[in-house]
C-alpha cells in the first residue's frame, strides 16, 4: 500500500518504532528513484545510487524533525530533489576534472544549521565520536534509541529489557554524565 | 547534569523552541561564555549521537537497498510486492519498444516520398500490374480487298466474345486455312475477356514454325502473367529476351526487370 505524506510526516515525527516503520515505508516507496537512476546517472554504479539515496533519505528525516520540511512540494519530489544532487555531488567527486551538464539545484536551508552548530568545535565532535565507541552496550543503545529514534522511556525499556520506564530515564542521563565525564578526563 | 539544559538543547535543535525563549537563549549564548561553554558541550555530545545515529541507519538502510536491488533484479514482478501503486505509476517502456515505434514512424513517414522519388524501374512491381502496364490488344490483321469479316469487326469493337465465337466457328472448320492466325486473335480475344487460361490454351495450338509464333509466346507470358504465375511467366518472357531479333524482346527484359 502507498502511505500518504500525511501519514509519513506524522509517523515520522511519533518518534519510536512507528518512526523506523515509516522511514522504511518512506524508503521502499520511492525506491523507483534508485532504479531510474541507473539509467539517468549512467556513470554510477548501484552502491553510489543507494549511498545518494540512503543520504537523501537520512537527509528528509532530519528536516521533518526539526520541521524544516514545510510540505510546499509532495515528499517525493522533496526527496528526489535531494536525490539529485547527491548524486551529481558523487559524479563531481568521481570525475572532478569533467563538467557535470546537469542542473544542481540547492536542498531546501537546512535549519538546523544554526548558531549552536556553529559553536560545537570540530575536536569537541571528534572527542564525542571517540568517546561514544567506549561508552558500553547498554549506554550505547539507550542513547541510540532515546535521543536518535525518539523513543519514550517505556519503548526503551521493553526494548532492551528494562523492569520500567523510570529506571531507563535515570539511565539515560547517568550515560550522558558518563559521557560528558570521558569527554572532561580527556581534555 | 542539568537536564533540563540540556532538553532545552535538543528543542533549539530541533526547531521546538518557543520564539521568545530561542531569542533569550542565543543571547545568553552570546553574553555568558560559561553557559555558552556548557551548551557547546551538550550540543557536540547530542550532535555527536546524531551522527552515530546517521550513519547506523545508513547501514540499514544500505542493507533494504541492496536486497531491494537484488529482488527487483533477480525477479522484475516482486518489483510489484515492494510498491505496486508506485510501480505503475512509474511504469516504462523498455528502450526497444521506442525504437521500434520511431522506426516505424520513420517507414511511415518516408514511405510515400519514396514512392515518389523512386524511379518505376526500380520498383518491383506486382505481376498483375505488369499485366495492365504491358497489355493492348492489337488491331486484327487487314488483307487486302477482303470483304466484311465478322470476328475481325466484333474484336477490333471489342466486342470479345461475339469475335471469340466467330474464331471458334472458324477453327472448328477444318478447311479453314488461316489457322494460326485465328488461333492467336482468339487467344487475345480471350485474354481480353479476362480468360488468361483459355488464352493460353489458343496459344499452345500455335507452332513455333509459324509467323504468329513469336506474338504467342508474347501474349502467353502476359496471359500467365495475368494469372499469377510468375514463374512460367518469367520462362517464356527469358525465352523471348534471349533471342536477338525477337520483336518483343526489349518488353520482355523490361518485365524481367521489375519482376520479383
Known sequence: MTHTDAQLIGTIQQGGPPQEQAIRHLYEQCFYMVRDGRGKYRQLDDEDLLTAYNSAIIAVRKQILNNAFRGESALATYLQKIFSNRCIDILRTKSSNRTVPMEHIPDAPDESQDLLSRWVREEQLEMVREKLKHLGGVCEKILHLSEYLDYTAQQIAEAIGFSNANSVNSKKYSCLQKLRELMTAAS | ?260
Open chain 2, 1 to 260: 547534569m542539568d537536564e533540563s539544559l540540556y532538553l532545552r538543547i535538543k528543542q533549539y535543535k530541533n526547531g521546538l523552541l518557543p520564539q521568545a525563549e530561542r531569542i533569550a537563549f542565543e543571547q545568553q549564548m552570546q553574553t555568558d561564555p560559561v553557559f555558552a561553554g556548557e551548551v557547546a558541550t551538550w550540543a557536540a555530545i547530542y550532535q555527536g549521537i546524531q551522527e552515530k545515529g546517521d550513519a547506523e541507519l545508513n547501514v540499514e538502510l544500505m542493507g533494504l537497498g541492496k536486497q531491494l536491488l537484488q529482488t527487483q533484479t533477480a525477479t522484475p514482478e516482486m518489483s510489484a510486492k515492494v510498491n505496486p501503486e508506485m510501480v505503475a505509476r512509474r511504469f516504462s517502456m523498455p528502450r526497444w519498444v521506442y525504437a521500434a515505434a520511431a522506426m516505424l514512424l520513420l517507414l511511415l513517414l518516408a514511405w510515400p516520398i519514396y514512392q515518389r522519388y523512386i524511379g518505376p524501374e526500380n520498383t518491383y512491381a506486382s505481376a498483375e500490374v505488369l499485366f495492365t502496364e504491358h497489355f493492348s490488344a492489337p488491331a486484327a490483321p487487314t488483307v487486302r480487298d477482303a470483304g466484311r469479316i465478322p470476328w475481325k469487326e466484333a474484336y477490333d469493337q471489342k466486342r470479345y466474345p461475339e469475335a471469340i465465337a466467330a474464331l471458334e466457328q472458324l477453327l472448328a472448320d477444318t478447311s479453314y486455312l488461316r489457322r494460326s492466325e485465328a488461333q492467336l486473335y482468339l487467344g487475345i480475344a480471350h485474354l481480353s475477356a479476362a480468360q488468361p487460361q483459355q488464352a493460353i490454351n489458343d496459344f499452345q495450338q500455335i507452332s513455333p514454325n509459324n509467323g504468329e509464333w513469336e506474338d504467342a509466346q508474347w501474349f502467353m507470358a502476359l496471359a500467365y502473367l495475368k494469372l499469377n504465375d510468375t514463374v512460367k511467366a518469367k520462362g517464356l518472357l527469358k525465352d523471348i529476351a534471349d533471342e536477338a531479333s525477337h520483336p518483343w524482346r526489349s518488353k520482355a527484359e523490361e518485365i524481367l526487370k521489375k519482376l520479383k
